[in-house]
């Protein structure tokens, strides 16, 4: 298999994993995902790099929070429509 071919593959796993997790998978959405689930999974594997990248660039851990508060509400915003369409 080529490099191009899995990484079509992946992004149409990306796709859906952003549909399912949010209930939209616009380009936007989906690089906001790819993101926090590259530095959610990064936090939790190698906690120490993740503290030097955010001591390194304080600003861009700001955003990273913003990120990761916006995934976390659109989520339960989902998560909520789901409940009261079921």
Do not use: C, F
Not at 52 to 65: G, I, L, R, S
């Amino acid at each position: 298999m080529s490099l191009e071919t899995l990484q079509e593959q992946v992004d149409g796993l990306m796709e859906k994993y952003t549909e399912l997790l949010l209930g939209d998978s616009s380009p936007e959405l989906k690089e906001k995902v790819k993101l926090w689930a590259m530095y959610t999974h990064l936090s939790k594997t190698m906690p120490p790099l993740a503290k030097h990248w955010n001591q390194t660039y304080p600003d861009a851990k700001d955003e990273m929070k913003e990120l990761i508060s916006e995934i976390r509400k659109l989520n339960e915003e989902h998560r909520k429509s789901q409940d009261t369409n079921d």
